[in-house]
């Protein structure tokens, strides 16, 4: 059982960021730490997760940004750098502090409120399904014309270099980190679920690092009996 709250970036110490970089080493290859450390200085949020004896387990860094779409105002909320300890990831005590947070937060305006998602990993990818109605880009539906466009203002804007409109991924190819084959690797027998085999065909080439832009609504009412159920409404 893991503990966590939700830290603003003044609040965590220096302890706090030696520990997240060498949890996230220990899953990920070309982790540098510069890159790192300059990743986390542009969020303004951080969920930590501590075991019994204090220390981190797991955590993603957590920004907002405002966006205007089709002259619509929204807000987009963007998930970092995330990782959970292996020994950790059949329980969901990270993704309830996150829902959580994220209806907090859209209390606090009236514009509705995005997830982006960017996935280089199965397991990542499989939070959508897992916890949400609707989200894209899925193996059943195309991408509403507004999500989609969406999704190219956050690539066309935040990763212009490396934004490929086309598949809508953004194409690192290994000159950022990337899992560690162990952990990147998809086993056979998951692939008989179409999310993750629509993940596979949808981003070849994710072992390296490629991230695959994904969107869903922020709201109560898209979240599925399972997010409810880890809210526990």
């Not at 957590?62 to 292996?86: P, R």
């Not at 280089?120 to 539906?141: I, Q």
């Amino acid at each position: 059982m893991l503990k966590g709250r939700v830290y603003l970036l003044n609040e965590i110490t220096q302890n706090d960021i030696n520990s997240m970089y060498e949890l996230m080493s220990m899953y990920y290859e070309n982790l540098k730490r510069n890159n790192f450390i300059s990743d986390l200085e542009k969020k303004s949020q951080v969920i930590i997760l501590k075991d019994s004896n204090n220390q981190i387990k797991g955590f993603t860094t957590i920004v907002l940004y405002d966006a205007l779409i089709e002259n619509i105002k929204i807000k987009l909320l963007f998930s970092g750098d995330t990782i959970i300890h292996k020994d950790y990831w059949s329980n969901n005590d990270l993704m309830q502090i996150w829902i959580k947070n994220a209806l907090n937060l859209k209390k606090g305006f009236s514009e509705k409120l995005y997830w982006l998602l960017m996935s280089k990993g199965y397991k990542t990818y499989k939070y959508l399904s897992a916890f949400y109605k609707e989200f894209y880009p899925r193996y059943d539906k195309n991408t509403p014309d507004f999500e989609q466009k969406i999704i190219d203002f956050f690539g066309e804007n935040f990763y212009s270099l490396n934004y490929d409109k086309q598949t809508g991924i953004i194409i690192m190819n290994r000159a950022k980190d990337y899992l560690k084959e162990e952990y990147s690797k998809i086993p056979e027998e998951k692939l008989t679920d179409k999310n993750i085999e629509f993940f596979a065909r949808k981003n070849p080439f994710y072992y390296k690092g490629n991230e695959l832009v994904c969107i869903t609504e922020l709201c109560e009412d898209n979240l599925n009996k399972a997010g409810r159920r880890v809210l526990g409404i």
